[in-house]
């Protein structure tokens, strides 16, 4: 089955830094890859997704790219702000073949320092 | 729209009682999930469903049974809790097989003593 590695663990940088977050999975198949952030005390949202026909996707300071090759995908933050303080968690789906299947990594704890 | 709704938020049960945590939506989304999630551990996936009558199990799925009758319900029984399944649980549904946008309930903080 899939599993998804993410790095690092927690990550702190200073407003207006940009912030990299990694993630490897490894089922060559995946071919859905979401971005959650949770903010502390509440539930899991979705801030970005990628599918495997696309290298790359923005939305405003944030940014998603995929390495479909060495199966990992990165999620860029520019210009960090103190309320990009959260978890940030990856995941990997392959859509079509495995319904609702959604595999999460473990997580990356952002700090953002005024 | 209510969204999904879980109940309760808390509870406390004693190791080898059982229980059932409540998820609903009103959405009519086909997919729906119960996720658990433990510090430095990530959402971890229990079950999954991708319509009425169907269920599949996923990353951790002992201990835990679920079904799905309905549309809108997706409730998660723990059979004879333990000290390990002591974690927060999160339900999650989306849209369709296309659509795969995952939203979550509030949580329940399930304590096992």
């Known amino acids: 089955g899939e599993n998804v590695e993410q790095h690092p663990s927690t990550l702190s940088v200073q407003e207006g830094d940009s912030a990299v977050i990694k993630c490897t999975y490894s089922?060559?198949?995946?071919?859905?890859f979401p971005w959650y952030k949770q903010e502390l005390g509440k539930r899991p949202q979705l801030i970005i997704d990628?599918?495997?026909?696309?290298g790359e996707k923005k939305d405003q300071r944030i940014a998603v790219t995929l390495n479909k090759t060495a199966k990992h995908f990165s999620l860029h933050i520019t210009e960090t702000q103190p309320e990009d303080s959260a978890v940030y968690f990856c995941?990997?789906?392959?859509?079509?073949?495995?319904?609702?299947?959604?595999?999460f990594g473990q997580g990356t704890e952002l700090s953002v320092k005024p | 729209n209510a969204g999904v709704t879980q109940t309760p938020k808390f509870q406390v049960l004693k190791t080898g009682q059982s229980m059932t945590l409540q998820c609903a939506q009103d959405?009519?989304?086909?997919?729906m999930s119960w996720y658990r999630q433990d510090p430095g551990m990530g959402l971890r996936l229990i079950h999954y469903?991708?319509?009425?009558?169907?269920?599949d199990q996923g990353e951790v799925p002992n201990g835990y049974n679920v079904s799905r009758s309905t549309t809108e319900d997706f409730p998660l029984r723990l059979l004879s809790a333990a000290p390990s399944q002591t974690s927060v649980y999160f339900c999650?549904?989306?849209?369709?097989?296309?659509?795969?946008?995952?939203?979550f309930g509030p949580g329940t903080r399930l304590t096992v003593t």
């Open positions: 999650a549904s989306s849209r369709d097989r296309d659509r795969r946008e995952q939203y």
């Open positions: 089922d060559s198949a995946s071919n859905y």
């Open positions: 990628i599918r495997s026909n696309v």
């Open positions: 995941a990997a789906s392959l859509i079509y073949n495995q319904g609702g299947k959604l595999i």
């Open positions: 959405m009519n989304h086909e997919y």
């Open positions: 469903s991708v319509g009425a009558g169907i269920t």
